[in-house]
């Protein structure tokens, strides 16, 4: 994975929850996404996920709280595949999952940021 393109998810998701569609427009900045999109954004998840950079799950009410998907990467992915397979379309605001960084994300985040050059910073 890019790693301009592993900080700009990470600090999407260290500024509040980002929904999959959002980081589908991440991943898309970054890579040409017109064949196997499914399967490069779920690659890149993956790695998110069992890097522990991220969690899964969707947020609850207002109030700041998060439901957290439990389960192995594996079956994380294979339910965030089904349910995009089951929606029959590309994911909108709200659908499917959300993810949070981790505490480990932040450290990764932090040490990204030290060498990562954004295109604002030039």
């Not at 994975?1 to 990470?10: E, V």
């Not at 009410?61 to 998907?69: D, P, T």
């Not at 990562?116 to 030039?122: C, I, L, P, S, T």
């Given at each position: 994975?890019?790693?301009?393109?592993?900080?700009?998810?990470?600090a999407c998701c260290n500024d509040d929850y980002c929904?999959?569609?959002?980081?589908?427009?991440?991943?898309?900045?970054?890579?040409?996404?017109?064949?196997?999109?499914?399967?490069?954004?779920?690659?890149?998840?993956?790695?998110?996920?069992?890097?522990?950079?991220?969690?899964?799950?969707?947020?609850?009410?207002?109030?700041?709280?998060?439901?957290?998907?439990?389960?192995?990467?594996?079956?994380?992915?294979?339910?965030?595949?089904?349910?995009?397979?089951?929606?029959?379309?590309?994911p909108q605001m709200w659908e499917i999952v959300w993810?949070?960084?981790?505490?480990?994300?932040?450290?990764e985040l932090k040490e990204l940021l030290k060498t990562?050059?954004?295109?604002?910073?030039?």
């Open positions: 994975m890019k790693q301009k393109m592993k900080a700009d998810i990470l929904d999959l569609s959002f980081i589908i427009g991440v991943i898309h900045d970054y890579e040409d996404l017109t064949i196997n999109k499914k399967e490069k954004v779920l690659k890149t998840i993956y790695e998110l996920l069992d890097e522990k950079l991220l969690i899964s799950g969707v947020p609850i009410g207002g109030g700041g709280e998060f439901n957290l998907w439990k389960g192995s990467v594996d079956e994380i992915i294979f339910k965030i595949k089904k349910e995009w397979d089951v929606l029959g379309k590309d993810f949070d960084i981790t505490s480990e994300g932040k450290v990562v050059k954004f295109e604002d910073d030039e």
